[in-house]
């Protein structure tokens, strides 16, 4: 008999060492489950539950390594815009290529346009990319005058009245044709971030935080809904509360303006006969199907059409006439059609990937201007995609908001370019890629030195 606690010895063969061996080692050098000492049994799963546990961990300490990079959230704004300006591009040219033939002669003509006005964005974006918040400072006050100047020119002979708003402005012909509120959505959000960042040592007084800010924006709103268009209005509105709330508004301001917004809404909305219409068609989907709910109707019809993988680039049915604005306000009805659940998920993914990024500008910015400006435009993407979606979706009435990089617009596209610099110029002072560069500059160079020999 042996003792409490002793271990009995047992007889040890070369297949019993081999098992424990097995058991000790677990996996092999090699990733594969070392072999069980009885052939026939079948492997246990467990190496292969480890060799999963073990995969995801690598990819979580990859992904958070790269989101640790000081220059990550740089990196998401070029990536996720980019893909979405380029899909912009190609959609345009499948959208309206039917429209422009029979309108133009020219099924190029509007891709061409939107090809072109890329380019030139580019170029801007790269340029506001590279200033500072001193120089964005410098040139706001300015920029805010230039906006306001085009919307007065919307009250003048200028102005252009385009499906029953009269917010453009012409310059002789329709390539000069420019649409100045989208420009003053992007000079409104940088003056506004320079005003609240200069005062940001007094904004706990509320005379010090709504003035100038909110009688100028409140100017600049009027402007733009008496020309008519209330979807830009609720655009710009939305972008306003966004970046009071970002620098710390009370609640109770907010709730204020937020009151007042839908009382004036409402009112703009009984005063338009054009307004009542949609909201009416809204209200009751099947009626008027030929003509106040076509659009929306067709809509529905064609992202239903698309399936989980669409039709195939370019072979959009509803584009052949029947899908007014089919490469401007209901491009992504297209996009779904003709790229169907899959492509459409893939959009609206990009659009979440550029608001992720813009919201980690935000909260790691310690420059309050960069805090703002990230805020409002992050905002203004987002908040006008999901507008843009849900009128698609007949979600909301129609409103006439594009999708941002996606629909076809010149001034549209080079405001969200510009803007999109103005996002990357706040990416680069985090603090920590700010560190990097002043890190790289304190970086001596290295020297270089040569051996001459002489000739003889």
Known sequence: MSGEGEQVAQPTT????????????????????????HPGRPVAAGGAFARVRQARSSTTNLLGRWLSHPQASLYLVIVSAGLLI????????????????????????????????????????????????????????????????LLILT?????????????????GTSLLRIQPSEFAKVAMIVWGAAVLDT????????????????????????????????????????????????????????GSM????????????????????????????????EGANMQATVGVLALATGGWWGVGLGASRQKWGSLPEA????????????????????????????????????LRSDILMCRLMAAGITTWFMFQALVNVAVVLR??????????MLSYGGSALLANMIALGVLCSCARQEPAARALREAAKAAPAPRVTAVVGSRH
């Open 14 to 37: 070369p297949r019993a060492a081999a098992a424990r061996t097995n058991r000790i080692a677990g996996p092999t050098a090699t990733g594969s489950a070392a072999p069980l000492s």
């Open 86 to 149: 380029t899909l912009g591009v190609v959609m345009v040219l499948s959208s309206s290529s039917v429209y422009a033939m029979s309108n133009v002669g020219d099924s190029y003509y509007f891709f061409k346009r939107q090809l072109g006005f890329a380019l030139v964005g580019l170029i801007a974006a790269f340029l506001v990319a590279r200033a500072t918040p001193e120089q964005l400072r410098r040139v706001s006050l300015f920029a805010m005058f230039a906006a306001l100047g």
């Open 155 to 171: 009250y003048t002979p200028l102005g252009v009245k385009v499906n029953g708003n009269t917010n453009w402005i012409e310059f």
């Open 199 to 254: 005062k940001q040592k007094v904004l706990d007084q509320p005379r010090h935080l709504l003035f100038p800010f909110l009688p100028v924006w409140l100017l600049v709103l009027a402007l733009v809904i008496f020309r008519g268009d209330m979807g830009t209005t609720v655009i710009m509105g939305g972008i306003m509360v966004a970046v009071l709330f970002a620098v710390g508004a009370p609640l109770r301001i907010l």
């Open 258 to 289: 937020a009151v007042f917004a839908v009382v004036g809404m409402a009112a703009m909305t009984l005063q338009s006969s054009n307004r009542m219409r949609r909201m009416l068609a809204f209200l009751n989907p099947t009626a008027d199907v």
């Open 327 to 362: 490469h401007t306000d209901f491009i992504f009805a297209v996009i779904g059609e003709e790229l169907g659940l899959i492509g459409s998920l893939l959009v609206l993914g990009l659009f979440l990937l550029l608001g992720y990024a813009g919201l980690r500008i935000a």
């Open 395 to 404: 979600l909301l009435p129609v409103l006439g908001v594009p999708l941002p």
